[in-house]
């Protein structure tokens, strides 16, 4: 190929990446989120969606992380990622538009088994660049650049977690960064998403500095975990029985706990059942918009399965 012919392939290659049409999808508002247990008064629903679309790529949806007050970046178990604007009226969710979904990885890998990306973090500190958690990986954590929207630049990172537990099936499942002024500020910290066989609690670890312990309540795993704007860390847990179907909690944990070589609880904010417009919930964000609330976005994991929904659900932290 020439070199004229080139650079003429490479321009129609930016020019189509730049003119991709929207991804269709069908929203269905949910008005409301239904009964719940946890503290009166410390969250209110804003809305949520049920989405969905006939692009087989489209669901497994594992981990949120916000670009701006309006922009969702969302991460899939098979290498994909979604950047899509959430449409508020009145601080409310209303709709999704301007939805893109590419591959995750450079190599164009969507595998399982290579790409189960199971959760997304963007520095407070500095929105373009984030940081990836995936399961049965050596390589387990990944750094990346946000670039015209895209991860360039993925680099592994070091966790400091036994080899075991960074390819089991059962591993890193939250990553979250610490916010500025808190003790942890601009450290990473990931977690695990259930306690090795054989003990109590759920392993986390400051990223290169070394591991503490979560309390494990009521057989609950743990799906996400973001930081407050405070220093706190809130937890995103779900647990699934075949006798009381699913549920998911989200449970806060002191930020001047968390340290190495620290065992770590904290209180339940909201529980919610098969009574709820809840799924399979994995991915956990939180931000701030444009009135100074805190904003906690929650996506759901469909599986690829005609059974299940991807629900995307916005509360309000109103207690702080």
């Known amino acids: 190929m020439t070199r004229l012919a080139s650079l003429a392939l490479v321009a129609l290659l930016v020019s189509a990446r730049a003119s991709a049409a929207p991804l269709d999808v069908t929203v269905r508002l949910l008005e409301s989120f239904g009964s ?3 503290p009166e008064g410390v969250l209110e629903f804003l809305g949520g969606l049920d989405v969905s679309s006939q692009d087989r790529r489209f669901g497994g949806f594992s981990g949120i992380d916000m670009i701006d007050a309006e922009t969702a970046f969302i991460v899939s178990d098979s290498a994909a990622f979604v950047r899509a604007r959430l449409v508020h009226e009145d601080g409310r969710l209303v709709g999704l538009s301007d939805v893109d979904l590419q591959g995750l990885f450079p190599n164009g890998d969507m ?5 189960d ?7 407070p500190g500095n929105p373009s660049h984030g940081v990836i958690v995936r399961e049965r990986q050596a390589n387990a954590m990944l750094t990346f650049d946000l670039v015209e929207g895209r991860p360039e630049n993925i680099e ?7 080899d075991h537990v960074l390819r089991s099936n059962r591993g890193l499942e939250s990553v979250a960064y610490a916010p500025p002024g808190s003790p942890l500020a ?7 998403e259930h306690n090795p066989r054989g003990e109590a609690d759920i392993p986390g670890w400051i990223a290169g500095k070394g591991g503490f312990t979560i309390v494990r309540r009521d057989e609950y795993d743990i799906s996400s975990a973001r930081f407050l704007p405070d220093g706190d860390l809130m937890l995103l847990e779900r647990r699934y029985s075949p006798a009381w179907g699913i549920a998911m909690r989200l449970r806060r944990i002191p930020g001047d706990t968390i340290e190495v070589g620290a065992k770590v609880d904290g209180e339940i904010v909201l529980d919610a059942g098969m009574t709820s417009q809840i799924d399979n919930m994995e991915g956990l964000a939180i931000s701030q918009d444009d009135a100074g609330r805190t904003i906690l976005t929650i996506v759901s994991d469909d599986n690829f399965s005609v059974l299940q929904r991807t629900l995307i659900l916005q509360f309000a932290l109103v207690d702080d």
Request: no cysteine; hydrophobic share 45%.
């Open 111 to 115: 595998s399982k088994q290579a790409g």
């Open 36 to 38: 719940t247990g946890g």
């Open 117 to 123: 990306a199971e959760d997304v973090a963007l520095d």
């Open 156 to 162: 592994p990172e070091l966790v400091g977690a036994p």
């Open 186 to 192: 601009g450290e990473v910290v990931a977690i695990a």
